[in-house]
């Protein structure tokens, strides 16, 4: 309480702690006792009908908020696991690489799908923290793999928005530097759900990637924003033909058709082609006519935690080495 002039006033004074700011309400003694009298119950009613509007827009500020605090407490309790899908020559059945895929493990155990969590992590910006953590994780659990296989290749995605960040690529060259692992072993595979805004720009970082060893696959391509001058202006070393045209490779003469046009461009471009979502050995042979030479999908393994994934590895080695000559080892 303070007087100023003679007249008793009642001062009232409040700092944020977040913010810098400062607010101070006084009333006069005189001028409080006549709305006390007058309008006490309409502005009463009118402060309850604001303070429930304020508690109605919190509330769902924190709603809003809820999913992204999670995958911040998420990401800074290492929960993003990754997965692998083995990547296999079709004719043998050999693996001779992996996707590696992000799945969230609560501590729980409880296991998210990515189709639960990447878009928002994409819209809110954890993209980029999720993709360094999945991939610094799954250095540590392949370094034996890849350092007594050399001609094993890991793949991780990338989004177009993170591959076209600043200082990706050092980024990229010091993780796996510190990890003791070949570049040549690192697949960069660029996503397609969102367009490349800057294909020159893109251009230019696939070719530092390459100049440093790494190679760099295009993801989805016949589905995706990847149209025909992409494929040869990105520089890229692989493209890998969508599970859309392999679902239907054995009911569809067009279908057909379109995989022998991508393998013929890839192999005028000097590319590699990688064929997703196999699922059965009717799709394998159909692939392996239109000249695809690898592929990855259910019909050898789903995506594995990592455990799981090393058996099939050693499995797979054990029964290579013990098979005839020619013997195809997914058939």
């Not at 990637?209 to 391509?221: E, K, N, P, S, T």
Request: glycine share 6%.
């Amino acid at each position: 309480m303070s007087t100023d002039l003679g007249e008793v006033q009642i001062s009232f004074d409040r700092s944020s702690t977040r913010l810098p700011l400062h607010a101070t309400v006084r009333l006069e003694q005189a001028v409080l006792s006549s709305w006390n009298s007058e309008a006490y119950w309409p502005a009463l009613a009118v402060a309850l009908g604001l303070g429930a509007l304020f508690g109605i827009l919190l509330a769902r500020s924190r709603r809003m908020e809820g999913p992204v605090a999670d995958l911040d407490r998420a990401l800074a309790a290492g929960e993003f696991t990754p997965y692998y899908q083995p990547i296999f020559d079709l004719r043998t059945g050999q693996i001779t690489g992996c996707e590696v895929l992000a799945r969230w493990v609560r501590r729980d155990g409880v296991v998210v799908p990515p189709m639960n969590f990447i878009p928002l992590a994409e819209s809110s910006g954890r993209i980029e923290a999720m993709t360094w953590q999945i991939l610094r994780s799954a250095l540590s659990d392949l370094e034996v793999v890849l350092r007594a296989d050399k001609s094993f290749k890991m793949s991780v995605n990338v989004v177009p928005k993170h591959l076209l960040s600043a200082g990706f690529v050092e980024t990229l060259r010091r993780t796996v530097l510190a990890a003791r692992i070949s570049a040549r072993q690192i697949v960069v595979e660029v996503t397609e759900r969102d367009e490349l805004d800057d294909l020159d720009r893109a251009a230019t970082i696939v070719a530092e990637l390459r100049d440093h060893g790494f190679r760099v696959a295009i993801d989805d391509v016949g589905v995706g924003h990847s149209g025909l001058s992409r494929l040869k202006g990105l520089g890229a070393n692989t493209i890998k033909i969508d599970k859309f045209f392999v679902d239907t490779i054995t009911v569809d003469a067009s279908t057909t058709t379109i995989v022998e046009m991508l393998v013929a461009l890839a192999k005028d471009f000097r590319m590699t082609v990688v064929a997703e979502g196999i699922e059965t050995e009717e799709q394998r042979r159909a692939l392996i006519a239109s000249g695809v030479e690898e592929g990855q999908g259910y019909l050898v393994a789903a995506p594995l935690p990592f455990a799981k994934f090393s058996e099939l590895v050693e499995s797979h080695r054990h029964s290579a080495s013990a098979a005839p000559a020619g013997d195809v080892l997914v058939a």
